[in-house]
């Protein structure tokens, strides 16, 4: 109910077993959602930051779906950091959500984020 999207593929288990899923399969947007929990192990915090914005992402991509269950975790490669004004950064991050015992990832997206340091 979080994403209010309530495709049968998300909440009806009989009916997403007939599709290629085989099962239901978590919102894409829900595991996108994510991001913003994993970002805390990033460990990608410039010093002396406090206060960190969303700016949007240059590009997302859906992979895989995520079966109803399954973990996930998040990786990130910081790209790169422009300081666009006195105290205010611009970041990008390369982010990939893997899931667990899957070849191929959830998702992969390039994510832009401001952080005002003092």
Same mark, same amino acid.
């Not at 460990?43 to 406090?50: D, E, H, N, S, W």
């Not at 960190?52 to 990786?75: C, E, H, L, M």
């Not at 105290?87 to 997206?109: C, H, N, R, W, Y």
């Given at each position: 109910?979080?994403?209010l @999207? #309530?495709?049968?593929?998300?909440? @009806? +288990?009989?009916?997403?077993a ?17 991001? !913003? #929990?994993?970002? *805390? ?5 410039? /010093? ?11 590009? &997302?991509?859906?992979? !895989? +779906? ?10 990130? /490669?910081?790209? *790169?950091?422009?300081?666009?004004? +006195? ?6 991050? *390369? &982010?990939t ?6 070849? /191929? +990832?959830?998702? /992969?997206? &390039? ?5 005002? &340091?003092?």
């Amino acid at each position: 109910d979080c994403t209010l @999207d #309530h495709q049968f593929i998300h909440i @009806d +288990p009989e009916k997403a077993a007939q599709t290629p899923f085989g099962g239901t399969v978590a919102h894409g947007f829900l595991t996108l959602s994510m991001l !913003a #929990h994993f970002s *805390e192990q990033f460990g990608l915090v410039i /010093k002396g930051t406090y206060m960190g914005v969303n700016y949007g992402f240059d590009s &997302v991509r859906f992979i !895989a +779906p995520v079966k109803t269950g399954s973990r996930i975790r998040a990786q990130a /490669k910081s790209l *790169e950091i422009i300081e666009k004004r +006195p105290g205010q950064f611009m970041s990008k991050t *390369e &982010v990939t959500v893997e899931i667990e015992g899957e070849d /191929k +990832p959830a998702l /992969k997206a &390039v994510w832009i984020g401001m952080q005002m &340091v003092k």
